[in-house]
């Protein structure tokens, strides 16, 4: 067979693939009731595709819904959904190419607004009624917003992209990845910068700690990056002013470590580096063994439910076919499984 009929036929089996992992679309909305006890699981899909979506599991009666913004709306999430936040019974998806967050009911998931003119949304941190922040990757200003009309009401220069964001202590912190090694405070009300601190290349994820400290896990980069490549490194530092309490090296170079989490205590880090590992905050070397072991899985998120300390992972598959959430119990075995939407990443857990 020529090269050319070789990718006519590449190309048609990923035309099958990604129809085969869409649903057949209702023309009406269908009727739909969150129970205020599962986990969200924003599918991000695939760039420029527009086949993001979003699906839910519902702990009260052991049902996992899928693509329930398109059910409720009759229109599609959009193109990348990044992240998501509960907040005030509304939830806000980020959707990060069509530069866009919509609101939505947390009880049937029907549209009440969205807030636009943003660029690359990456994460939405509401401090308030009246005020929140979103993080832009191809921005080099957070996002102010005034949640009483869904609009931007002024920007904070940070200099930097910037990526996952914490709201702790009256303080939003943020984390610069995309070629960036820094990690940020801002006082909430103002929105005035107030410290900084340098940590390792790329930090990607965030959490606070029972200490009162601050935990950033930095992946390193990557080969042939124009910023270069360094081993990936956990960094934990003081909230109150971002001074290094500690940090760790990881001894591989090839190692890209994501998803940084903490158990409901504050007392249990968790994160992804092809496998799963659990780490105390009080140890003083980084875990050699994984809780969880990824064969034949290609993990991609991870979360941490806070009131049953369950884990629970996603795997992307080949990141073109429907992926699948894996909740496990908090000694890594195994408990259940649902077939996701395109490339399952932030995982929003609710219980209230």
Known sequence: MKIKDLNIVFCLLIFVIYVSSCRNKEEKPVPISINKKGFFVVN??????????????????????????????????????????????????????????????????????????????????????????????????????????NTISSYINIGHSTEKMLFSAGKILVTCWSYGNMVYSIDALTGVKTDSAVVGKQPNSIVNDINGNIWVLCDGGFTGSTYGEENATLWCLNSSNLVEVKHFTFPQIQS?????????????????????????????NLPVNPIIISVGKNFYSLAVNSYSNEIIVTDAKNYVANGEALVYSKSGQLKKSFITGVNPGFIEIINY
């Open 44 to 149: 991000e899909g695939n760039y420029t595709w527009g086949n993001s979506s979003l699906s839910f599991y519902d702990e009260i009666n052991d049902k996992f819904y899928q693509d329930i913004f398109y059910d409720a709306n009759s229109v599609p999430l959009g193109d990348v959904a990044f992240s998501m936040t509960v907040y005030n019974n509304k939830c806000y998806i980020v959707v990060n190419n069509s530069g866009l967050i919509y609101i939505v009911s947390a009880n049937d998931l029907k549209y009440i607004g969205k807030i636009t003119g943003l660029n690359s949304p990456r994460q939405i941190v509401i401090v308030n009624d009246t005020l929140a922040y979103v993080s832009d990757l191809y921005d080099t200003r957070i996002a102010k917003i005034n949640l009483s009309d």
């Open 256 to 284: 890209s470590p994501t998803h940084l989490n903490i158990n409901g205590a504050g007392d249990s880090l968790y994160f992804i580096n092809n496998d799963v590992y659990q780490m105390s905050v009080n140890n003083n």
